[in-house]
């Protein structure tokens, strides 16, 4: 049974703005949704983020994402090896786990702002009205 599902854009700039060329026959790239179902306990998990905000979800989860494929002799690319292939490809910066744990608290901090000032909001368009 599905505990989830999680949809990956992966540089939307580069897949949905971007024309793309097969390196095998030089034709026109078309972009193809690829989906897994994934368990949380099998060896792959490593490889995919079972985390939903502050949960970690359990059991069979799937994911969703975008891949090029070559509609003439039907070769498949993950983003990542077009990039590659293309020389476009950039190796994410390395973040120590301080910073994305700061940035983490930032981010919530800012959230419970917002959410604090719509609520102030509300109460005074409330107020204004009656």
């Known amino acids: ?24 026959c030089a034709n026109a790239l078309k972009t193809v949704k690829v989906s897994r179902v ?9 490889d995919f983020d079972f985390g939903l905000w502050d949960i970690t979800v359990k059991g069979d989860v799937k994911f ?39 940035q983490n608290i930032i981010n919530h901090i800012i959230f419970v702002v917002v959410g604090i000032l719509i609520l102030l909001v509300i109460a005074y368009i409330k107020r204004m009205i009656q």
């Open 64 to 102: 969703t994402w975008k891949e090029f494929e070559c509609p003439e002799c039907r070769a498949h690319f993950t983003v990542d090896e077009l990039k590659k292939i293309e020389g476009v490809y950039e190796e994410p910066p390395e973040i120590d786990e301080k910073t994305e744990k700061r």
């Open 38 to 46: 994934v368990n949380s306990n099998s060896h792959e998990a490593k």
């Open 1 to 24: 049974m599905l505990r989830g599902r999680q949809y990956f854009n992966n540089d939307i700039k580069y897949v949905s703005l971007t024309k793309h060329k097969c390196p095998h």
